[in-house]
Nanobody, 123 residues
Framework: QVQLVESGGGLVQTGGSLRLACVVS????????MGWFRQAPGKEREFVGS????????YYADSVKGRFTISRVNTKNTVYLQMNSVKPEDTAIYFC????????????????WGQGTQVTVSS
């Protein structure tokens, strides 16, 4: 059983920064590509970014490209989402997800999910 636990969410002002972390347990972390998704109230879950198993390939949604960065430390079983220059429209619950093989950009392709962490950006 693979378990994912996110942390690092909170309240941040527009233009500020926040770093989310997701710790994975239960299987060999380096087997999995990791993704970050978010869901705002009344909206569907949307792709934020993803990273392949060794970190040399990353993908981002256009809405966060240039502001958010995904990274991973396999020895710590952890994937990070560095959020810079945040905007009120970044307010959402952020979820990390894991899947075997290559990184993907759509939620149904991920088999394992965390419970999410709330990020609120004040204007």
């Amino acid at each position: 059983q693979v378990q994912l636990v996110e942390s690092g969410g909170g309240l941040v002002q527009t233009g500020g920064s926040l770093r989310l972390a997701c710790v994975v347990s239960g299987r060999t972390f380096s087997m999995y590509a990791m993704g970050w998704f978010r869901q705002a109230p009344g909206k569907e879950r949307e792709f934020v970014g993803s990273i392949n198993w060794n970190g040399d390939l990353t993908y981002y949604a256009d809405s966060v490209k240039g502001r958010f960065t995904i990274s991973r430390v396999n020895t710590k079983n952890t994937v990070y989402l560095q959020m810079n220059s945040v905007k009120p429209e970044d307010t959402a619950i952020y979820f990390c997800a894991a899947r075997a093989f290559d990184a993907a950009t759509t939620a149904p392709r991920y088999a394992y999910w965390g419970q999410g962490t709330q990020v609120t950006v004040s204007s």
